[in-house]
């Protein structure tokens, strides 16, 4: 008891899971919310792929992507996102001058869909390029990124040398800026610039003609060391995010942590027997200002520090909206759980955290969450899974969902263990490793559909000696079956395939066939035209390797798709007469 009000588990709602019916089509349909925000793009191999396409120059690394939500075009969106932060020990040429004036600051961000794949298989990409351009309704107004994650050494704004902003065209052509915020701190005259150069130990800020007074010194620019140093009396999480605010303004999201090693009866984990997700800190990314705001009022040792710091932790209601959107039930909460694992050659801590939106079983709408699965201790088979909800008045809320005791849930490991008995994967994995590319297997995915679960497997492929890997097939797997598909929708559509479509007013055209039938009901001729012409290039490329099965496969389609395109243009001139 005394440990689960320490770490605040004493108020999770628990609710029974009925006997699941089969899942049909019907089931599908109506959890299209949850379909269409599955996470196909692991974050290691979406990293990898946006530091190919969307560095831009050596100088740029993206350090970390991050989950998030936004309404995109009127639709609730779950998206991957990476800010671009400079990266002065890149630079070919590291002077003074270069790495202390001239570039100070990162620029933008990198934002897609977690589920959207190109004909190629690379990420659809949101929000690209340089300056950050954006074809949704996201907008970026201030892309400068002078406070980031990899920010660690100071810089000098403001000052008689322009900044560089971003390059432009192909050449060595760049764009110059100037600082316009209020970050850091003023220099003054010669003795302010003689502090300066023995706070730094660099002789060449006293003698700097550029550095002159009404210039600016920015220091402590690393996000985390940041906010640690303006908040020394909590803990942080590992996992800074950041957000693009309705004006267009980039900020740092941070969650901090309240702790303690004396609650009484209570048990400890990694040296603590106490802790609240108390504080949310809100870091500008242009001029470093730092926000602080009481997310549990609840809290003692909370409530006693922001009593003896009048005014640092504000109340959450000061919060702008547009920010408190953005919050997220953290995610190191939940490491003091043991997770199920995947494979014997899984080493990651938690393979199964994922944040999903989703709609819980028994609610009407989809929200954003974080979820996880659990199975019994030295079993495979799963019992139940825990959410924690983010969205509105809802945040913050545990439920577990139980299954129930006489019935037997397949475990990730299990599921994992049928996959590799399917022959159709491990031909097709196998004949991919021997074309001189490498498979990469992407993390198991648990998604909850109604009462049951089903498992999404992404696999991509990274030729040999590239770095770009490129998703190619969609593993699906439901209780005893397994089927594998170049797009989610197709798998699904061939999983539960004349499972319940009777009872669905908008049906999958009746002469679908087996191959390419779909779930996207609203494809139109030339979309069909699209995919055919792509399945045609699939089909060349196999019979230039010699590969006659997927020849046969792809040709396969290309009929398949054909015939549909028929249907479709014969019932349009039925309409048109």
Same mark, same amino acid.
């Given at each position: 008891e005394a440990t689960r009000r320490a770490?605040?588990?004493?108020?999770?709602?628990?609710?029974?899971?009925?006997?699941?019916?089969?899942?049909?089509?019907? !089931?599908?349909?109506?959890?299209?919310?949850?379909?269409?925000?599955v996470r196909l793009w692991d974050r290691e191999q979406l990293l990898q792929t946006f530091g190919q396409l969307q560095e831009i120059r050596t100088y740029y690394d993206f350090r970390s992507v991050d989950d998030d939500r936004y309404w995109i075009n009127g639709e609730y969106r779950q998206v991957l996102l990476s800010p671009r932060e400079l990266n002065t020990s890149a630079l070919s040429t590291r002077t003074f001058i270069n790495e202390r004036l001239t570039f100070t600051h990162g620029m933008g961000l990198t934002l897609s869909p977690v589920n959207q794949v190109t004909p190629e298989g690379l990420p659809h990409l949101f929000v690209q390029d340089?300056?950050?351009?954006?074809?949704?309704?996201?907008?970026i107004t201030r892309p400068e990124i002078y406070y980031g994650e990899l920010s660690n050494d100071y810089v000098f704004v403001g000052t008689g040398q322009p900044e560089f902003d971003?390059?432009?065209?192909?050449?060595?052509?760049?764009a110059f800026t100037s600082?316009?915020?209020?970050?850091?701190?003023?220099?003054?005259g010669f003795w302010q610039k003689a502090l300066l150069s023995m706070r730094f130990g660099?002789?060449?800020?006293?003698?700097?003609? !550029?550095?002159?007074?009404?210039s600016r010194v920015q220091y402590h620019r690393n996000v985390m060391r940041r906010a640690e140093k303006a908040l020394p009396f909590l803990s942080w999480d590992s996992d800074p995010y950041m957000v693009i605010t309705e004006d267009g303004r980039l900020k740092w999201l941070i969650d901090a942590y309240t702790?303690?090693?004396?609650?009484?009866y209570a048990a400890r984990q990694a040296g603590i027997n106490y802790m609240r997700n108390s504080v949310k800190v809100v870091i500008d990314a242009y001029d470093g200002d730092v926000k602080a705001y009481l997310s549990d009022a609840e809290d003692p040792i909370?409530?006693?520090?922001?009593?003896?710091?009048?005014?640092?932790?504000r109340p959450m209601s000061e919060m702008p909206e547009d920010l408190r959107a953005h919050i997220r039930y953290p995610s190191d909460f939940f490491r003091a759980w043991q997770f199920p694992t995947q494979s014997a050659q899984d080493v990651s801590s938690d393979p199964f955290l994922r944040h999903i939106i989703m709609k819980l079983p028994g609610e009407t709408t989809e929200e954003f969450i974080v979820m996880t699965p659990f199975t019994p201790k030295g079993k495979h088979n799963l019992t139940a899974w825990m959410v924690a909800r983010n969205d509105g008045d809802r945040y913050g809320q545990l439920l577990v969902y139980r299954f129930p005791r006489q019935s037997l849930v397949f475990g990730p490991q299990q599921v994992v263990d049928r996959i590799n008995q399917n022959t159709e994967v491990s031909r097709q994995v196998t004949l991919w490793d021997q074309a001189g590319s490498q498979v990469k297997r992407g993390n198991l995915l648990v998604i909850p559909i109604e009462a049951s679960l089903v498992y999404v497997q992404p696999l991509y492929l990274q030729a040999e000696g590239g770095r770009i890997p490129e998703l190619k097939r969609v593993i699906v797997a439901y209780e005893n079956q397994v089927v594998m598909e170049e797009t989610l929708e197709e798998a699904l559509s061939v999983l539960f395939r004349g499972t319940g479509l009777e009872d669905v007013s908008t049906q999958l055209v009746p002469s679908a066939p087996t191959a390419t039938a779909s779930v996207e009901l609203d494809l139109t001729v030339g979309d069909l035209v699209l995919r055919a012409s792509d399945h045609y290039d699939r089909a060349l490329n196999a019979q230039r390797s010699g !590969?006659?099965?997927?020849y046969g496969r792809e040709i396969q389609q290309v009929g398949d798709l054909l015939r549909r395109i028929r249907d479709l243009s014969g019932t349009n001139s039925s309409e048109n007469q």
């Open positions: 770490w605040k588990l004493d108020n999770v709602e628990i609710r029974d899971l009925g006997d699941a019916s089969p899942l049909t089509m019907r !089931d599908i349909e109506a959890n299209q919310g949850t379909i269409r925000n340089l300056p950050p351009a954006s074809n949704v309704s996201l907008n971003y390059p432009v065209g192909l050449g060595d052509s760049s600082y316009e915020g209020l970050g850091g701190i003023e220099v003054g660099s002789l060449k800020i006293l003698l700097s003609q !550029d550095i002159v007074r009404g702790v303690s090693a004396r609650y009484p909370a409530l006693t520090m922001a009593s003896i710091f009048p005014g640092v932790l !590969d006659w099965a997927t």
